[in-house]
């Protein structure tokens, strides 16, 4: 088992550019998340999707879209990145009904000049 | 509000001394929190979580309501260690969703 997938790993956009980050799991879980990790801030919670199907806001949700494709993959778009959306973005999958233990995808690291 | 705040950035101690990596939390009903640690050029991942009162690698972690804590320790540190930790604070409903605090950088030097 893979766990759970990103794509692009790393990815350098001007500003205003748009882009998607991908996500998959291969682990059967219901909800999907999408934080990012900034230094000194920890990770905050951008979307998230308790179960196929739904999606919703988390803590810093602006600037950015979400689509839960079908279970196993939720997709996080930047329609027109900004410069304090550099950062690192982590993809989790969590068994809904579970004790809380997320899984981690190995992260994307995203600058935008 | 539901918050998590970890007062220390980094944490920088000599192999086989003692470590206590620092955590507080805000929360208004029955928490449920945990450590995550990411090692170097690896995955974030689960460390321990308070309701399995466990010991992982040497560490523990007791869950202080009084005191709204959840420090991480462990006696003895080893090179090993060294990592970022995030305590995490599992937020109400059945989400899965998680606060985390800004992380602690543990360096434990030889």
């Known amino acids: 088992n893979a766990g759970v997938t990103q794509t692009p790993k790393f990815q350098v956009l001007k500003t205003g550019q748009s882009m998607t980050l991908q996500c998959a799991q291969d682990m059967n879980h219901n909800s999907m998340y999408w934080y990012r990790q900034d230094p000194g801030m920890g990770l905050r919670l951008i979307y998230y999707s308790a179960s196929e199907g739904t999606t919703d806001k988390g803590e810093v949700p602006n600037g950015y879209n979400v689509s839960r494709l079908n279970k196993r993959e939720f997709s996080l778009r930047l329609e027109s990145a900004a410069p304090s959306q550099t950062s690192v973005y982590f993809c989790a999958s969590n068994r809904q009904g579970g004790t809380g233990e997320l899984f981690f995808g190995e992260g994307s690291r995203l600058t935008v000049l | 509000a539901q918050r998590v705040t970890q007062p220390e950035k980094l944490l920088s101690v000599f192999k086989g001394a003692p470590v206590e990596l620092k955590c507080n939390y805000s929360?208004?009903?029955?928490?449920?929190l945990f450590w995550y640690v990411q090692y170097s050029r690896q995955r974030l991942q689960l460390l321990l979580r308070?309701?399995s009162r466990e010991s992982i690698k040497g560490f523990t972690a007791d869950l202080n309501k009084g005191e709204t804590s959840f420090h991480l320790k462990k006696p003895f540190a080893q090179e090993e260690d060294s990592a970022m930790y995030y305590c995490a604070l599992s937020g109400q409903g059945n989400t899965g969703k998680l606060i985390f605090g800004q992380g602690t950088t543990l360096q434990v030097k030889p």
């Open positions: 929360y208004s009903g029955s928490p449920e």
């Open positions: 308070h309701i």
